[in-house]
């Protein structure tokens, strides 16, 4: 589990900041994913990347921006923060092969982020 | 378009007790439904997936094609399964998650 880690664990901003969710790992994932976790709606995914530079649109993904310059790094940034950003943010990482075993998704401890 | 239905939010049994956390999915293709969870202050990590058709820490779990679920099953519940129950179901790359199910086990 130490593979994956987030940073920060928690966060305070204020609406209209922008702030960078940090995530890594180490195990040379090629499939990492940004999710945020609210309760009544569970987890839903805001972007994925299949590889570096290859990233794409989840569920909910209005308001965010991702980046993936190297395999082990996937930051999430909220350019401009507003209050209904305010949960839980899972990022998780997952190999790829042709065996469906590979494709178990690890998450990393979560980042709680307060919009005031 | 997929979607994983979750019907109960809270299910709150006694130690010892069967437990069953249901699972409904809607999706054209071939499904391929995992479970995850999620301790207190812990991150999510995966307890089963329906392919392996193995059983964890007692639990099971049994694809149903014609009732399109996924019910998480456990015949005799114990305090440390108290824990957040996400079922998923995978397309392409991606997971699609349920709302999630809060097992309480009481003493």
């Known amino acids: 589990d130490a593979g994956i880690t987030q940073s920060p664990r928690y966060k305070i901003t204020e609406t209209g900041r922008q702030v960078t969710l940090m995530c890594h790992q180490t195990?040379?994932?090629?499939?990492m994913f940004w999710y945020r976790q609210d309760l009544g709606h569970g987890l839903r995914l805001i972007y994925y990347?299949?590889?570096?530079?290859?990233?794409d649109k989840g569920e909910v993904s209005d308001g965010y921006v991702v980046s993936r310059s190297k395999t082990e790094n996937f930051p999430l940034t909220l350019e401009s923060a507003t209050r209904s950003q305010t949960s839980v943010y899972f990022c998780?990482?997952?190999?790829?092969?042709?065996?469906?075993?590979?494709?178990?998704?690890?998450f990393g401890p979560g980042t709680r982020l307060t919009v005031t | 378009a997929q979607r994983v239905t979750q019907p109960e939010k809270l299910l709150s049994v006694f130690k010892g007790a069967p437990v069953e956390l249901k699972c409904n999915y809607s999706?054209?293709?071939?499904?391929?439904l995992f479970w995850y969870v999620q301790y207190s202050r812990q991150r999510l990590q995966l307890l089963l997936r329906h392919i392996s058709r193995e059983s964890i820490k007692g639990f099971t779990a049994d694809l149903n094609k014609g009732e399109t679920s996924f019910h998480l099953k456990k015949p005799f519940a114990q305090e440390e399964d108290s824990a957040m129950y996400y079922c998923a179901l995978k397309r392409y790359s991606t997971l699609t998650f349920g709302k999630g199910t809060m097992l309480l086990v009481s003493p």
């Open positions: 195990w040379s994932h090629s499939y």
């Open positions: 999706y054209s293709g071939s499904p391929e």
């Open positions: 998780a990482s997952s190999g790829y092969g042709t065996s469906l075993i590979s494709y178990e998704q690890y």
């Open positions: 990347s299949a590889a570096a530079d290859i990233t």
